[in-house]
């Protein structure tokens, strides 16, 4: 983990593949962060986690460090005014160059899966993203992805239900591909700051080739 911004306000940070987005023991970033801020003097500090990656992914991430921030970040991720884009390469070459995409998706939490699903029903959420190919080269294209939602694997399950898995994510069905993590990064965050309004954006350095 790499603190990338900090303030009293909020924490925004990088973080690294198998890593726990949220939680309060060793190996969680809400503990780290936490245990972080400790060590600059801070007493006890609260670290509210408003918006999730899976454990294989990476990127940035936003935490609140106050009760209200978490209250203001959490209502403007509701409200569509926190825009989220990641990096991301899959297998195969998509029909368009760029579109957007829409499922009903189904989290299964015995299998630790989502699933696209032709109606809605108990627990069905509608998902939505938008994409732009960057480039295409060796059988793999490399997108920009805007979320428009936040479902459970979103990404992953709805380029996988097109024959487009992420590049090594074999929860998904992508074949062997020589990628050790999952090709998906985090790299872009845009959002007022919840206690100023300033517009914050942070942009991850590197890429997530990570043959």
């Known amino acids: 983990m790499k603190i990338v911004y900090e303030d009293d306000y909020i924490a925004v940070c990088r973080k690294d593949a198998g890593e726990l987005s949220e939680g309060e023991t060793d190996g969680c970033l809400p503990y780290m962060i936490a245990r972080y801020l400790e060590g600059k003097g801070h007493k006890s500090p609260d670290v509210f986690t408003v918006h999730r990656l899976d454990r294989e992914t990476e990127g940035l991430m936003v935490y609140a460090l106050t009760s209200e921030s ?6 403007d991720i509701r409200e569509g005014r926190f825009l989220k884009e990641y990096i991301a390469v899959c297998h195969g070459v998509l029909d ?55 479902r459970t694997h979103q990404i992953r399950v709805q380029l996988a239900s097109r024959r487009h898995p992420l590049a090594g994510d074999r929860r998904y069905g992508a074949p062997k591909d020589g990628y050790k993590n999952i090709a998906l990064l985090s790299y872009r965050l845009v959002f007022a700051h919840p206690k100023t309004g300033e517009r914050m954006e942070f942009v991850a350095d590197g890429n997530n080739d990570n043959k």
């Open 70 to 75: 978490a209250a203001a970040l959490s209502e």
């Open 96 to 150: 368009e160059p760029g579109a957007t995409l829409t499922d009903l998706l189904y989290y299964d939490r015995r299998r630790g899966k989502s699933f696209v699903v032709d109606r809605k029903r108990a627990g069905v959420k509608q998902a939505s993203l938008e994409y732009e190919v960057l480039s295409v080269s060796d059988g793999f294209s490399r997108l920009k992805i805007r979320l428009h939602t936040g």
